[in-house]
């Protein structure tokens, strides 16, 4: 137990640093991005500081620009194309040198300027009509008189600020769901490893119990026929060597169970299998079991309504299967048993089915039936002696012969069983 909660324990740290991780990861990416976009306002200041610099002394530029600024000053609404082609035209050489400047800090992005005086610029500021896209630039060496500030666009900046982000973001994404995922599974795998070493503890705990009666009374009955040996008489030997005989018997069917499930987990295919006559088997198995329903007062009902009922298989492993179904009818069964066992074809298959009126298996139990060591309980008590085991070596034997199993039940209403194998001709 305190093993488990240390494993438990470990569990809520791991996921607690990968959280950590996760928010360290975020952080790291914002701060990386805060770092490009100030890296590109630098190189965007330096070029327009160059550009300012290469238009001190350009008296064509400053009077083109003074030209623009008076074209800038009509009314918007009125300004034709003809108007802004001209405005371009007076602008080219500043429009060069921004072009030039830029790629010489590697700046290939698409642009827009433009030119307005300082105090559209404060109201512009003070209105939040700037964006973080737009820079400034004064113009007081050039143009002194006209307090001149060059503003420059870069419409596509978010996104090409984003792309220079996107590998490290999918990198940094993909790892770190790569390690949510090997978490994901870490805790599964636990879950499972410990489901199973739960059902590995309570089979070690049941066959001691299961083991520990027959060899309590092969023990008692050989002490008792020691102790009297000189004495004893042939009906009392006979009655001790009965008891050694039938609890022999016992342990030599869980011995069996135990061994069957090893073989056939450990073996990937059989090739000695036969024609198999399943209604001579059905019947042959019905015998040899009907005793177990005639102490309990119970009944059997056979209806065979295949036409093809041959197929190929191991002969002592489906009896083994039969033998099973009909065991577990009578086990797990508080009333008179009644067993119901038919048969049909189905789309070239054999179809098998074995319905009894028991106690049933509820749905959550239903899930899991089919697993090694899985035993069903009833309340606090598992009444019926057993490994669990049975419904496994089921499972395996018709996985075995290319079948399918269906088992449907629901509580107090019995439970049904279906195999479907391939048939022969």
């Not at 049975?390 to 049904?416: A, C, Y």
């Amino acid at each position: 137990m305190k093993k488990l909660e240390i494993n438990k324990g470990l569990i809520y740290v791991t996921f607690t640093f990968l959280l950590a991780l996760l928010v360290v990861q975020i952080s790291w990416t914002s701060q990386v991005a805060k770092l490009e976009e100030r890296l590109f306002n630098d190189r965007v200041e330096l070029a327009l500081v160059n550009v300012k610099a290469d238009l001190e002394g350009d008296e064509f530029a400053a009077e083109s620009m003074k030209e623009s600024m008076k074209e800038s000053k009509k009314d918007l609404n009125k300004e034709t194309s003809d108007d802004k082609a001209q405005k371009k035209r007076r602008l080219s050489r500043v429009d060069k040198l921004l072009k030039d400047n830029l790629l010489r800090y590697n700046i290939k992005l698409d642009y827009d300027f433009d030119l307005i005086n300082n105090k559209e610029a404060i109201r512009q500021e003070s209105r939040s009509i700037a964006s973080k896209g737009w820079y400034y630039t004064k113009m007081e060496n050039i143009l002194v008189d006209e307090g001149i500030q060059l503003k420059l666009i870069f419409p596509s900046r978010d996104q090409f600020l984003l792309s220079k982000l996107f590998g490290m973001f999918l990198i940094s994404a993909f790892l770190i769901l790569a390690v949510i995922a090997s978490f994901i599974i870490m805790l599964r795998l636990y879950k499972r490893e410990h489901l199973l070493a739960q059902k590995t503890k309570d089979f070690v705990n049941n066959m001691t119990h299961e083991l520990k009666t027959p060899l309590t009374n092969i023990g008692l009955a050989g002490s008792l026929a020691q102790k009297q040996i000189n004495s004893i008489d042939k009906n009392k030997l006979n009655h001790y060597l009965q008891i050694i005989d039938t609890e022999k018997n016992k342990l030599q069917s869980l011995a069996d169970d135990i061994l069957n499930v090893a073989v056939l987990e450990n073996t990937h295919s059989y090739n000695g299998f036969e024609k198999i006559d399943m209604h001579a088997l059905i019947s042959n198995v019905t015998k040899e079991n009907l005793l177990a329903l005639e102490v309990r007062n119970g009944s059997l009902n056979l209806d065979f309504q295949a036409s093809n009922c041959f197929v190929t298989g191991n002969q002592k492993r489906l009896t083994n299967v039969l033998t099973n179904l009909i065991d577990n009818a009578v086990k797990y069964n508080i009333n008179e048993p009644v067993l119901y066992i038919s048969t049909q074809n189905i789309n070239n298959q054999f179809i098998l089915s074995v319905k009894d009126n028991g106690v049933g298996i509820n749905k959550e139990d239903l899930k899991h039936i089919l697993e090694k060591y899985y035993r069903v309980s009833t309340g606090n008590v598992q009444d019926s002696k057993g490994f669990g085991l049975g419904l496994t070596f089921v499972k395996l034997v018709i996985d075995e012969h290319n079948g399918s199993l269906k088992i449907r039940s629901k509580p107090e209403h019995g439970t049904e069983v279906e195999i479907a194998l391939p048939t022969i001709s």
